[in-house]
């Protein structure tokens, strides 16, 4: 079943086109990676699945039904934009929260200390939303968007403004969401995080998609022309006929290779150079792909 499909939708505000002629399916139980530059559209589209805006032309379902608000109790939405009530303590914030999906007061409060738990921030629970830091206040709404234990979960930029212990905590929670069977949206233009956690993704460039699919199948297509190494030594061997471009960080190189050109036969001259911990050819990333579609920079 489709828990999200967008058909051939459309998007323009005053002159600029946010979102073109965009079509791609979010099927039950995946981790769905939405991405592209700052400005590609991500927000746009993400803003017509769930009412907040209404496509000019094209369609939108949600849980395999023409768009119905009726159904927005069973989405958790955190948005690019936080929006926390600064003067309100963070207990009382949750359980307002959670009371707008219909929770009971009593479950609110409960599951609104159990999220505070294993989000690590039982300290902040009496005090004022102004009183805590960016990251702290971040995982407060990342607790708002999962309180009514939601069916799919919509992540816009979910990483912004945190450090990578916590970044990480939010990751193995949403990927153990995921295994539970939850259908989880996950965008950003950080694509080697959506490399790592999704199994399909549609990537958009200037509100088109460019690329969408299963992640493997996608990266399938590419020859594994990347060597990843990390050397001690003499670094010579980098300019080796099978390198077409490298790039050296204090041993840590990143060299692609030249079509048809065997990673054995420069590993042959870099062991003889330098000492080799680590020698791996793999696929491009899909920062690379992305660029080799569509040409020019990734902005950051």
């Known amino acids: 079943m489709a828990i999200v499909s967008l058909q051939e939708v459309c998007k323009t505000y005053d002159t600029k086109v946010a979102v073109d002629n965009l079509s791609f399916r979010i099927e039950q139980g995946s981790m769905f990676g939405l991405l592209g530059p700052n400005g590609s559209g991500k927000t746009s589209s993400i803003r017509m699945m769930i009412g907040m805006t209404v496509p000019d032309s094209g369609s939108v379902t949600l849980f395999d039904q023409p768009f119905d608000r009726k159904n ?7 948005p690019e934009e936080r929006g926390l009530y600064k003067k309100m303590k ?15 007061t009593t479950k609110a409060t409960k599951r609104a200390h159990a999220w505070c738990e ?44 945190l450090d990578p212990v916590n970044a990480t905590l ?27 956690l999704c199994d399909t993704i549609c990537l958009i460039h200037h509100g088109r998609s460019v690329l969408s699919g299963p992640m493997q199948e996608i990266k399938s297509r590419y020859p594994k022309n990347r060597v990843a190494m990390v050397f001690e030594g003499d670094a010579s061997f980098l300019n080796h006929p099978a390198v077409e471009s490298a790039k050296n960080y204090n041993g840590m190189a990143e060299i692609k290779l030249r079509d048809g050109a065997d990673a054995q036969d420069m590993l042959a001259e870099a062991i003889a150079k330098a000492r080799i911990t680590r020698f791996e050819v793999m696929e491009p990333t899909l920062e690379e792909i992305f660029i080799e579609t569509v040409g020019g920079r990734v902005d950051a």
């Open 72 to 78: 927005l109790h069973r989405v958790g939405y955190l």
């Open 170 to 196: 939010l990751q193995d929670i949403l990927l153990d969401l995921n295994r539970q069977g939850r259908t989880v949206l996950f965008s950003t233009h950080r694509m080697d995080q959506v490399e790592k």
């Open 118 to 161: 294993r989000m690590e921030i039982t300290e902040a629970i009496p005090k004022k939303t102004e009183e805590l830091s960016k990251g702290m206040q971040q995982k407060i709404q990342f607790i708002a968007a999962l309180l009514h234990e939601p069916e799919l979960i919509i992540m816009d930029e979910p990483f912004s403004g």
């Open 90 to 104: 963070v207990i009382d914030q949750l359980i307002f929260l959670g009371q707008l999906h219909g929770l009971e």
